[in-house]
């Protein structure tokens, strides 16, 4: 009992050194000095004066946080009461910056890319300024202003884009709308020849050209700017894919409209009526390609189905391994050239039907 009470009592002790050791300390949250303003408390975005400043936000320095401390500044704004959840990156801001403007086309784009709200919507934005302490002697919270705005959005007029020049010979043709004013794709008949893309039938002027190969684009605004053309080698089908966000084209002749795979290598087996489709992208137009399971055996390339005299694709050589890469066109299918696999597994394919390559790539 004595002992128990002697243990108790060095607890207690205990305790209370301890108690004598830790000191408590509040971080008080800094006064907004910064004060950030908007420029307007109302803003009607325009399209017609998309690349103009429509909204600038203003604050002053940030609080004196001592001897020994240096401040970063970052910028970011959300959608009002959303506590910044779905906010623009924090951006951090140039040492003496003390402003941020945006113009019409810039908020538009937040508002209805980033923030999906409707064209046209009225939407109240809020916007805040961070002065973090970066170098400090002991720890400090940031400083921080915050302000709202309302923003009215615009509704983008649609963009046509026309493909003009000497593989057009029959005029401007219009190309069809994969994505809003941004993807567009066309597949049909071209002459050997060349081609750029206008933005109106009747006017040769703005328009997108070729940049510094056939897969960029350039915007070209001026008589003066220099007048680069895209290249068709040969006459046919062909398909054209253009992005006018990220400047980008793919383009190519096709030779074949699809493609098939036949074989006991194959998941259709020997089936003429039911061939394993080869898939085909506009963005890599010159690929078939194909991701999957392959059995040990042989396998060939019809071009149509339900006919085992129509025309193939085939090895160069019969019995042919998948280590020889080299793609003919075979008529009738005579002489009948197989690719033999010896080992099965998943693969991909990927058959180039203007290199006049494959390639069967084990997962």
């Known amino acids: 009992m004595k002992n128990f009470a002697k243990y108790l009592l060095l607890l207690l002790l205990f305790a209370a050194c301890k108690e004598d050791y830790y000191e408590h300390f509040t971080v008080e949250t ?12 109302a803003v009607v975005l325009e399209e017609n004066r998309k690349e103009q400043i429509a909204l600038t936000f ?3 320095d940030a609080a ?3 001897p020994g401390t240096e401040l970063t500044y ?19 801001l140039d040492a003496n910056q003390r402003s941020a403007g945006f113009t019409h086309e810039e908020l538009n784009s937040l508002i209805v ?15 805040e300024v961070i002065a973090d302490v970066t170098v400090y002697p002991v720890y400090m919270k940031p400083e921080v202003s915050k302000t709202t705005v309302m923003v009215t959005s615009y509704a983008i007029a649609p963009v046509n884009l026309y493909l003009t020049g000497s593989a057009t010979p029959a005029g401007a043709i219009t190309l069809n709308v994969l994505s809003f004013n941004k993807e567009y794709t066309w597949k049909g008949d071209l002459e050997a020849g060349n081609f750029k893309f206008i933005l109106n039938r009747n006017d040769p002027l703005p328009s997108y050209n070729r940049g510094t190969d056939e897969r960029t684009l350039v915007y070209r605004t001026a008589d003066s700017d220099p007048d680069i053309l895209f290249t068709v080698d040969r006459a046919g089908p062909h398909s054209i894919y253009v992005n006018t966000e990220e400047m980008t ?3 190519a002749s096709l030779p074949y409209e699809n493609v098939w795979m036949v074989g006991d290598a194959s998941p259709a087996g020997w089936d003429i009526n039911n061939p394993t489709p080869m898939e085909w992208n506009m963005l890599t137009p010159e690929l078939f390609t194909y991701e999957g399971a392959l059995n040990v055996g042989e396998l060939k390339f019809p071009l149509k189905k339900g006919d085992w005299g129509c025309d193939y694709l085939m090895p160069a050589a019969g019995g042919a ?3 020889d890469n080299r793609v003919i066109f075979v008529p009738g299918g005579q002489p009948d050239n197989k690719w033999v696999l010896k080992e099965a597994g998943n693969f991909r394919i990927e058959l180039n039907v203007i290199d006049m390559t494959v390639s069967f790539i084990k997962r």
Do not use: C
């Open 30 to 41: 800094p006064e907004d000095v910064m004060n950030i303003k908007p420029s307007a408390e």
């Open 58 to 60: 203003e604050w002053g």
């Open 321 to 323: 391994g998948i280590d």
């Open 113 to 127: 890319d980033l923030w999906k709200k409707m064209p046209g919507e009225t939407v109240e934005l809020e916007a």
């Open 64 to 66: 004196d946080r001592g």
């Open 74 to 92: 970052y910028f970011k704004m959300d959608v009002a009461n959303n506590n910044f959840q779905t906010a623009t990156p924090k951006r951090k």
């Open 249 to 251: 084209i793919a383009h």
